[in-house]
T-cell receptor
């Protein structure tokens, strides 16, 4: 079955530690995205990548880092510099939007709930 | 920068009735897409419906339809014949198109509206 997997589903971290969230897709999508979801604030874009070895900051990139070494994978590292990392993290992917006025639906993974202890 | 506002934190409706969720947005762009996403208790995000800003005709998908008012920057979702499975959080979202009409796929979301359908 094609889809997006995120692991683990629940993650606990001690304050001051870095932690990496996994996102893998087998949809052959070029573009991948990371969103953060907090209560009452909807989803906010952290980082996105349109092609391998290239990525851009989203609206709330401070305290996070990413890599895109493979088309299928887009891991997100939450560093100790992120002041309030407890949140629900969603990964998404889509076909790269190159055609004019085309829409390429974003498919979302099941999410990872990160809790800082 | 774009902003999306959903002014109804919570809504409820009886099964089989109709409910409308509100969304307003602020942008200086002329070309964009608008979306409604559904997030059930499983937290899986599901696309419900989308609207292209250059189309005047309101989008419909089975029981779901939108009222797109471009001048007023309003984008409401109407759910007809509500079902128990419609219980979820609903997010309105905006995607800007670049000058050539392409998109980097960046979505800007509203705060969400929790919809509860009662039997």
């Amino acid at each position: 079955d094609g889809g997006i997997t995120q692991s683990p589903k629940y993650l606990f971290r001690k304050e001051g530690q870095n932690v990496t969230l996994s996102c893998e897709q087998n949809l052959n999508h070029d573009a991948m995205y990371w969103y953060r979801q907090d209560p009452g604030q909807g989803l906010r874009l952290i980082y996105y990548s349109q092609i391998v070895n290239d990525f851009q900051k989203g609206d709330i990139a401070e305290g996070y880092s990413v890599s895109r070494e493979k088309k299928e994978s887009f891991p997100l590292t939450v560093t100790s510099a992120q002041k309030n990392p407890t949140a629900f993290y969603l990964c998404a992917s889509s076909i790269r939007g190159l055609a004019s006025f085309s829409y390429n639906e974003q498919f979302f993974g099941p999410g990872t709930r990160l809790t800082v202890l | 920068a774009q902003t999306v506002t959903q002014s109804q934190p919570e809504m409820s409706v009886q099964e089989a009735e109709t409910v409308t969720l509100s969304c307003t947005y602020d942008t200086s762009e002329n070309n964009y897409y608008l979306f409604w996403y559904k997030q059930p208790p499983s937290r899986q995000m599901i696309l419900v419906i989308r609207q292209e800003a250059y189309k005047q005709q309101n989008a419909t998908e089975n029981r779901f339809s939108v009222n797109f008012q471009k001048a007023a920057k309003s984008f409401s979702l109407k759910i007809s014949d509500s079902q128990l499975g419609d219980t979820a959080m609903y997010f309105c979202a905006f995607m800007k198109l670049n000058a050539g009409g392409t998109s980097y796929g960046k979505l800007t979301f509203g705060q969400g509206t929790i919809l509860t359908v009662h039997p």
